[in-house]
């Protein structure tokens, strides 16, 4: 199998639909909510155990959409919140691939090997494993 653990940001390890009001806020292109966002897993965890998985050779790489009423300007400010998003909650992880691509983009165009995201559509069209959210840290654990 190929070393490459692919992670969703949106409703897989940020709670951005736990953001109050976070439809109002993208529809009117103020991307706070991908700033404010709640981590959803324990990332401390997470990062000791990517970090791991690193030193044994997978590549660590997100793959994120923007938001789906968006324009140029505002696919700017998302990357930016994203990525500080990122920087906050996952300070000691050196990606080896952030990809923050419009909404719809298949996500297996762009990644391989495994893939945690909350959208089954994404999950069925995926190449190699594909997992939704729950036991993410648990599942990790077990890759070797």
């Given at each position: 199998?190929?070393?490459?653990i ?49 030193r044994?050779?997978?590549r ?10 968006s ?74």
């Open positions: 199998m190929i070393k490459e692919n992670f969703d940001m949106d409703g897989t390890i940020a709670d951005l639909y736990g953001v109050e009001g976070w439809l109002d806020y993208l529809m009117n292109k103020d991307a706070t909510p991908y700033i404010i966002a709640k981590p959803l897993i324990n990332l401390s965890s997470l990062a000791r155990i990517i970090n791991r998985l690193q044994n050779g997978y660590i790489c997100v793959i994120s959409w923007l938001s789906k009423n324009d140029d300007d505002y696919d700017k400010k998302i990357i930016a919140a994203k990525l500080l998003w990122l920087k906050k909650h996952l300070p000691s992880v050196k990606w080896d691939r952030i990809s923050i691509v419009k909404y719809g983009t298949p996500k297996q165009n762009i990644g391989q090997g495994i893939l945690f995201d909350d959208e089954e559509k994404n999950r069925d069209m995926w190449q190699g494993k594909a997992f939704d959210v729950n036991n993410i840290i648990e599942i990790l654990k077990g890759v070797k």
